[in-house]
């Protein structure tokens, strides 16, 4: 019976060595991410840690071609 109780202690203590472990290192990655965004670090773009995505605000009703820049002009004469 002691045996067993050793047992299920050191599996409970070495999921929980392991659990804190991922957070501890999941914070201090985005912390670091969050400092290379800071700096402006470009080696983002090709970091195989990172995924980048590209968010487009725009007024509803605007479309997004895939692969192309969505612009428009913007002139003064709209509120005349």
């Known amino acids: 019976m002691v045996d067993q109780d050793l ?5 409970s203590a070495l999921i929980l060595i392991a659990l804190v472990g991922k957070v ?3 914070v201090l990655k ?4 969050g400092l290379r965004l ?3 670090d470009e080696g983002l773009l ?3 840690g990172v995924s980048v995505e590209t968010i487009t605000d725009a007024p509803p009703g ?3 071609i895939a ?5 428009v ?3 003064d004469d709209e509120g005349r």
Not at 7 to 11: D, G, H, L, R, S
Not at 30 to 33: A, D, E, K, L
Not at 67 to 71: D, L
């Open 67 to 71: 692969g192309q820049v969505p612009a």
């Open 7 to 11: 047992v299920a202690w050191v599996c």
């Open 73 to 75: 002009l913007i002139t």
């Open 38 to 40: 800071v700096s402006l």
């Open 46 to 48: 090709e970091d195989d």
């Open 62 to 64: 605007s479309q997004v």
């Open 30 to 33: 985005r912390w670091r991410v």
């Open 24 to 26: 501890i290192f999941e």
